[in-house]
């Protein structure tokens, strides 16, 4: 067999080079695709999560048109303060980093996200506390009882039950600087469960607030308007919980599923 010329070997040699770099190039593009996060889809979840998003102000609307009837005495700022402060602004801040929140996703980064989360849940909860104040106010005027009712309670242990997630929120912000990097994510997982909990007691005095004389009062008794204001109310709040909710049980069930394995 006749050896091969120099410019064969050349050849060859190119081949080989070329092929490599090739193989190269498309383990890094396989590696590269394996390590991007998968694109956002539109699906059910997110249609159900832009209908609460008009339910939440279909609710607060029908509150300020209620407040705007007939006589706006100084109790009439705790409906109007809690509907703006909870219903709307912590609500959203809630839907701001939800996971199915597909159409808001597309356009933010994660970051921007949650600074509009802590920006939108710190309005909302001065709000929800000054809405709290005026109904505290109200009833020390009027030598009535407080917390007799299971919307006063619930909405006192929304109130009380928000300074755990706002303690860790804090340090989840600050992590870096408190050096608590390697506890990041206990710290947010323990900043889920308490948000969560606060909201749910909150999201249960919103519901309750239906029942009130003052919603009663104001809406004449109307029955469309009492289950009008039951449904926007409800879903929007509990469709919050549930996301959260279900990563929740995930998380504790991976958990479990990990110790089994081991």
């Known amino acids: 067999m006749a050896p091969y010329s120099d410019d064969a070997k050349q050849l060859l040699s190119e081949n080989l080079a070329e092929n490599k770099t090739n193989l190269e190039e498309n383990n890094s ?3 590269k695709k394996r390590l991007e996060k998968p694109k956002e889809e539109v699906t059910f979840r997110t249609h159900l999560t832009s209908l609460a998003h008009i339910s939440v102000l279909l609710f607060v609307y029908l509150v300020v048109k209620l407040a705007l ?6 109790f009439t700022w705790h409906p109007l303060l809690m509907a703006i402060g909870w219903m709307l602004l912590m609500t959203e801040g809630l839907y701001a980093i939800n996971k199915y929140n597909t159409y808001w996703r597309f356009k933010t980064k994660g970051s921007f996200r949650v600074k509009i989360h802590v920006i939108i849940l ?5 709000l929800s506390v000054i809405g709290f104040i005026v109904a505290y106010i109200n009833k020390e005027n009027k030598g009535k009882s407080h917390f007799v009712s299971w919307h006063g309670l619930f909405g006192l242990l929304a109130l009380i ?3 755990p997630p706002i303690i860790n929120g804090l340090v989840l912000w600050y992590r870096k600087e408190l050096g608590a990097e ?3 994510r206990l710290v947010k997982f323990v900043h889920v469960v308490t948000g969560t909990l606060a909201f749910f007691f909150g ?3 919103l519901i309750l607030s239906v029942y009130s004389n003052w919603y009663g009062k104001k809406s ?3 029955d469309s308007t009492f289950y009008f204001g039951l449904v926007t ?3 929007p709040v509990i469709w919050a919980v549930y996301g959260p909710s279900v990563k929740l049980v995930r998380v504790v069930k991976n958990y479990f599923s990990e110790d089994k394995d081991d």
Do not use: N, P, Q
């Open 182 to 184: 390697h506890y990041h």
């Open 233 to 235: 109310v409800s879903y």
């Open 29 to 31: 593009k396989s590696k």
């Open 203 to 205: 999201a249960l005095a």
């Open 69 to 74: 009837r007939a006589e706006f005495d100084f």
């Open 220 to 222: 004449y008794r109307s």
């Open 161 to 163: 039950s928000t300074c």
């Open 122 to 126: 710190s309005a909302g909860y001065i």
